[in-house]
């Protein structure tokens, strides 16, 4: 089998050029100038004349099915995977997490059921380490070994996830040692637990409660303590969802400094703010995730660190609860909303138009949503380039279409967006995964549940 996508405009992390695209199977063959190929009597070509071509979208920081307490995350590895790629991302990295009580080995298990034979984009797993007495750091050797070699901590929720630093401490000593990355939610559980408490015990249980519980300077505070224990351990460190000013500047001073620190922010810090908290009744519970939404000086401060190269790397935080009957379960107590939001489907067109309002280059935006992800998570030459021998995993990008995302036309198994009524320019025409065409016209076209499960190299610093 063998395509040729013809007088693009091919953008990668440090070019940008009109050329075509030669692919073999699976795998790109060649890159040339416009009809370099024309003899190469290509299976089907793609007419790619006035339109972007970029590698893959890579999303780091997904949920699909995620179990909560009370509930399951509605998109899964099958609807979850599908919006994606509509979206123009073609792997997702999800997390696999750990029960306390639970050999890390079993966690793993488990995500490979949900995902395998499932998955329609290429897929690996992140270890969320929750309780090293169930899985002393020897576990962290074997993860590395099936290809896991990213271990994520967080420094909130004390009753179900929450490690203390003791745990932060010998996860990141291993982990330098192994070549492994760690990923922090960072921040101050046991204050935050408090402050909730206090509110709840007060009456005070509408989801507006939820942003004011969770004081963006308590985000920083954990951001510095993890960088600190990082830099006395000398492990790499990768900081989830930063979306403030405060641990922005955390990262950016460890940066500085030349500490090998890394910030991740999300669509919904850029384009949200706690004024979406201010909607009438229980509207607003759309909106509980976490972190929640900040100021929208929190909003500016993030684009100029993604504009300075403070922060790396976009990715969503996708977990998708529905208004109805999932989000509704904290009518009464905002603390019992499930947390998440939606955005798998909507992060590469979001993040486009931070280029069409002149804050990212073209080759910026594809280093924030493909390449710098694939280098920092042990997938790079393989993802996140358009070089031969690389993936075909590719976008055919249609800059001038428009869309108003909303959950009428979304693919992601869920009953809103919190994104409803935008209208973006810039949209993904056409996906192709490992040299297979999965979605044309904005639509998926399959074939469903052949995403691979990718296993990834340890980390080198890119
Ligand atoms: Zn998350």
Redesign the pocket.
């Known amino acids: 089998m063998r395509t040729l996508i013809t007088n693009g405009y091919i953008v990668t992390a440090d070019d940008a050029f009109t050329g075509d695209i030669l692919i073999e199977g699976e795998q790109i063959a060649a890159v040339g100038a416009p009809g370099a190929f024309a003899s190469a009597q290509a299976d089907t070509v793609l007419d790619a004349r006035g339109k972007y071509v970029f590698p893959g979208g890579i999303d780091v ?1 997904t ?1 699909m099915e995620l179990p909560l307490p009370t509930t399951v995350a509605s998109d899964d590895f099958e609807t979850g995977t599908i919006a994606a790629a509509c979206g123009g991302t073609t792997t997702i990295l999800d ?1 696999a997490n750990q029960r306390r009580g639970q050999p890390l080995s079993e966690a793993v298990e488990a995500w490979h059921k949900k995902a395998g034979g499932r998955a329609s984009i290429d897929y690996g797993f992140h270890a969320c380490i929750t309780d090293l007495a169930a899985a002393p750091e020897e576990a962290m050797d074997e993860m590395i070994a099936a290809g896991i070699t990213t271990f994520k901590l967080l420094m909130a929720y004390p009753n179900t996830f929450m490690v203390d630093d003791e745990t932060i401490y010998r996860v990141l000593r291993r982990s330098a040692r192994l070549g492994g990355l760690v990923m922090v ?1 960072a921040e101050n559980g046991m204050v935050i637990d408090f402050i909730v408490r206090e509110a709840v015990a007060a009456g005070h249980t509408a989801p507006i409660y939820h942003p004011l519980t969770r004081p963006a300077i308590l985000e920083g505070e954990a951001t510095q303590r993890a960088i600190t224990l990082a830099t006395l351990t000398d492990a790499p460190l990768y900081v ?2 930063v979306s403030c000013a405060y641990s922005l500047q955390a990262v950016a001073a460890a940066r500085v400094k030349g500490l090998p620190v890394w910030g991740e922010t999300c669509p919904q810090y850029l384009y949200l703010n706690d004024s979406c908290y201010t909607a009438p009744g229980f509207e607003a519970a759309r909106f509980v995730c976490t972190p929640p939404m900040r100021s929208d000086a929190d909003n500016e401060a993030l684009w100029l660190g993604l504009q300075r190269r403070e922060l790396s790397v976009v990715a969503t ?1 996708h ?1 998708a609860f529905n208004y109805k009957g999932q989000k509704e379960l904290g009518r009464d107590d905002f603390t019992k909303i499930p947390n998440g939001i939606p955005g798998v489907e909507h992060r590469v067109m979001l993040l486009y138009q931070g280029v069409r309002t002149g804050k990212l280059s073209l080759s910026h935006f594809v280093d924030l949503i493909s390449t710098m992800p694939a280098k920092l998570f042990g997938l790079f030459p393989r993802k996140g380039a358009i070089a031969p021998g690389s993936d075909a995993d590719l976008v055919i990008f249609d800059p001038d279409r428009t869309l108003t995302i909303s959950a009428s036309n979304q693919h992601q198994r869920v009953d809103y967006t919190p994104y409803e009524g935008m209208h973006v320019q810039g949209v993904p025409d056409t996906v192709l995964l490992r040299g297979r065409v999965l979605v044309q016209n904005g639509q998926f076209t399959g074939p469903k549940g052949e995403g691979q499960f990718l296993h990834r190299k340890t980390f080198s610093e890119p």
Do not use: K
């Open positions: 920081h949920h997390f939610h989830v969802h935080d977990a």
